[in-house]
């Protein structure tokens, strides 16, 4: 009698066992697609990241240079340097366009009027048409600015009153404003999702305390937006910095692959700086939305 429990105990455990080992072969394809596609290239562009390499009649010849190819691109690459600098100042201009401009049209859309599907679908559009090429296209037909920036010389009075620093950046937002707003509809679609998060019970009740649709906004609605707000800042900078048409730095490591002075080692070595920037762009994001994100239960 004494060994039924233990019989029935490792028959159970067996069972779940078994049910591990099934989860697991089903991650199979997905664990060898990691392995083969994103483990493998990031360890080989590390270790290119360290070496000269060179293309030879036999292969591609490795020559160790060590942290060489990264002191050469903060030390001696002034453009790579400028480019970055450049891509950081864009984007805190470009970002919070992004997120407010979706976040404004998500509620407005949310609103129950006749044809809303349509203007759903209008506003989505361009996610589906946005492709690399036809981007390219736009910005080379000058059809991404805004017509008031020539018919009112706003480009004149920026570059006038406001310091160069900021004047650049300013203007490179200003003359691809329509482009930008196309990135607008992956995050519209996450705060309608997000809306539908809210109870209808919850501004009913609010209504009937008094309070007015501006107070309701600010006290019910964007705090439980804050975790999709969270969510479209990290996507918005995850695609804005993989985006070639806003995004020189990309441009510029595609060359050096090609440049037989500096070749795929220093171009794996900008990737990796590059990859490291964002990387802690996206942690201190992480690290700040702790104090101003609400998630669903917390007190």
Do not use: C
Request: glycine share 8%; aromatic share 16%; hydrophobic share 55%.
């Amino acid at each position: 009698m004494a060994g039924i429990p233990f019989r029935r105990r490792k028959s159970r455990m067996s069972i779940e066992t078994q049910h591990a080992l099934s989860g697991y072969l089903f991650l199979v394809p997905w664990l060898v697609g990691l392995g083969l596609f994103v483990l493998y290239p990031l360890g080989f562009s590390l270790y290119m990241s360290l070496q000269k390499v060179r293309f030879t009649g036999s292969g591609m010849k490795f020559e160790f240079k060590g942290l060489q190819n990264y002191s050469y691109a903060f030390l001696s690459d002034n453009t790579f340097v400028t480019a970055l600098l450049n891509i950081l100042k864009n984007s805190a201009l470009v970002i919070p366009i992004i997120v407010i401009f979706s976040l404004f049209v998500a509620v407005l859309l949310n609103l129950k009027f006749p044809g809303r599907m349509a203007f759903r679908a209008v506003f989505f559009l361009p996610v589906i048409f946005s492709t690399g090429q036809v981007l390219t296209e736009i910005f080379n037909q000058k059809a991404g600015s805004l017509d008031m920036l020539a018919s009112y010389d706003i480009a004149g009075f920026i570059a006038a009153n406001v310091p160069k620093i900021w004047a650049d950046p300013i203007l490179t937002v200003l003359n691809l404003f329509v482009v930008i707003l196309w990135y607008s509809g992956v995050q519209i679609l996450i705060y309608l999702a997000g809306l539908q998060t809210i109870g209808a019970s919850v501004y009913e009740a609010s209504l009937i305390d008094g309070a007015t649709p501006w107070e309701i906004f600010w006290k019910i609605t964007l705090p439980a937006l804050t975790p999709f707000i969270l969510l479209n800042v990290i996507y918005t900078i995850v695609d804005l910095f993989t985006v070639p048409l806003l995004n020189p730095v990309l441009n510029m490591i595609v060359t050096n692959m090609s440049n037989p002075q500096l070749g795929y080692g220093y171009a794996a070595a900008q990737g990796w700086i590059y990859f490291v920037m964002v990387f802690v762009i996206l942690l201190a994001v992480l690290g700040l939305s702790r104090r101003f994100t609400h998630y669903g239960g917390e007190r």
